[in-house]
């Protein structure tokens, strides 16, 4: 607690994928070779056809202000993208492009989100949702699910913890942490229980919208009758390894894109002018082109699923989509392995980390206490040795 610092901030919790990052990065520094399997940040190159659009638009002397919502052409190009993708018709008024996803949600969230205001949660959910809530003083509602379910809440566990402060439900498929994809028919399932809660809202995270292995993306916006309520959050940063170009999207009712573009007026003016001439190409790419990266995640994620699969006590998942594997690890809750006491899942990450050197997250920030989140993009070799180190300390 520092008495300078508000309440919001002495009160806010840092993010525990960045945090075990930053973490992982000071051990680096100090000579210890840490594995990091924490951060979800694809280890490709971006692809050359987007860099030569970022080089040709410093050379084109783009360097001013962008208008605060992004191009128009960026967002005429978001627009194609959504109705080519995704089924949707969002017009360029409907669009705001922010830093990032996560200034997306942020914005989202400190539009509609007043104090007291109940955001239904499907654990395990993405560590910021909750913060951002608690930012505005919003409540989380924390619907669990568990590996048995493969980490999916069904509708009518949903309608059970809608009460009538409940503003928003966030729905984040492929999911992060857990890579489960709720399909077309589960999605269509919340938007009918919907029907009777006209004036609840959902926030549909697509982020990890092309790291998907088999199962057909649906986006909850094309359910017509979810589409005036449902906002839907995307952006270049997993698809196209472009993490810190920090270019997120959403398409949403013109009202809210408006509230949106007013808020990030007062805060960041908008996004880079470089990263945004650079997605224009992205989103215009066949997605063709970025197959071989979902190529390389499908083998990566076989390969991690055999390896920990030969180390008792990891109960494995076998995600559909994003590149992450969130093992229910509770079997080793209350064991003493060579001095260190394991009492719940952040013990086990630190424990991994202190003994091991393997960076992974908890599963308590997620919402999802048995688990540990563990990311595979990284390279086979690191996936290799990482996995081999945590199988020797056992
Ligand atoms: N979303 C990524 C993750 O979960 C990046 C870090 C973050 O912003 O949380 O690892």
């Not at 051990?27 to 080089?55: H, T, W």
């Not at 982020?207 to 292995?213: A, G, L, R, V, W």
Request: net charge neutral.
């Amino acid at each position: 607690m520092n008495k300078f610092l508000t309440d919001k901030v002495n009160n806010l919790t840092p993010s525990a994928t960045l945090a075990m990052a930053a973490k992982a990065r000071e051990l680096k520094s100090k000579g210890v070779d840490v594995i990091g399997l924490s951060l979800g940040e694809p280890d490709f190159n971006i692809p050359e056809f987007i860099k030569e659009e970022a080089v040709k638009a410093i050379n084109d002397n783009y360097n001013s202000y962008t208008p605060v919502d992004g191009y128009v052409d960026l967002k005429k190009a978001i627009s194609r993208k959504f109705s080519r993708d995704n089924n949707l018709n969002y017009s360029a008024s409907q669009i705001v492009v922010s830093t990032g996803a996560k200034q997306s949600i942020a914005n989202v969230i400190e539009s509609m989100i007043s104090p007291g205001d109940e955001v239904i949660l499907l654990a395990p959910f993405w560590v910021s949702y909750s913060a951002m809530i608690e930012i505005c003083g919003g409540i989380p509602i924390i619907v669990e699910s568990d590996i048995t379910s493969n980490f999916k809440v069904p509708a009518s566990k949903i309608k059970d913890n809608i009460t009538f402060k409940t503003k928003m439900i966030i729905v984040n498929s492929p999911n992060n942490p857990s890579g489960s994809i709720y399909n077309e028919y589960e999605l269509r399932e919340i938007g009918k229980m919907l029907m009777d809660y006209p004036e609840i809202f959902v926030l549909s995270d697509e982020i990890y919208e092309h790291i998907n292995y088999g199962v057909k993306h649906f986006s909850f916006a094309s359910i017509p009758k979810m589409y005036n309520r449902t906002i839907t959050v995307n952006g270049v940063a997993k698809a196209f390894a472009m993490t810190g170009w920090r270019i997120g999207y959403l398409g949403a009712p013109e009202w809210l894109a408006k509230a949106c573009t007013k808020l990030q007026g007062q805060s960041t003016s908008g996004a880079n002018c470089i990263a945004q001439r650079a997605t224009i190409a992205a989103l215009d790419a066949n997605v063709n082109q970025i197959k071989y990266m979902i190529d390389e995640f499908s083998e990566r994620k076989e390969l991690i699923i055999n390896l920990l699969s030969e180390i008792k006590g990891f109960e494995i998942n076998n995600p559909d989509g994003a590149f992450y594997i969130f093992p229910d690890v509770s079997y080793f809750f209350g064991k003493i392995i060579d001095g260190f006491e394991i009492k719940n899942s952040t013990d086990f990450s630190l424990f991994l980390l202190e003994k091991a050197h393997v960076a992974t997250v908890t599963g308590e920030a997620f919402g999802s206490p048995n688990n540990i989140r563990i990311s595979y993009a990284a390279s086979r070799e690191n996936i290799k040795k990482a996995i081999e180190r945590i199988k020797s300390i056992f």
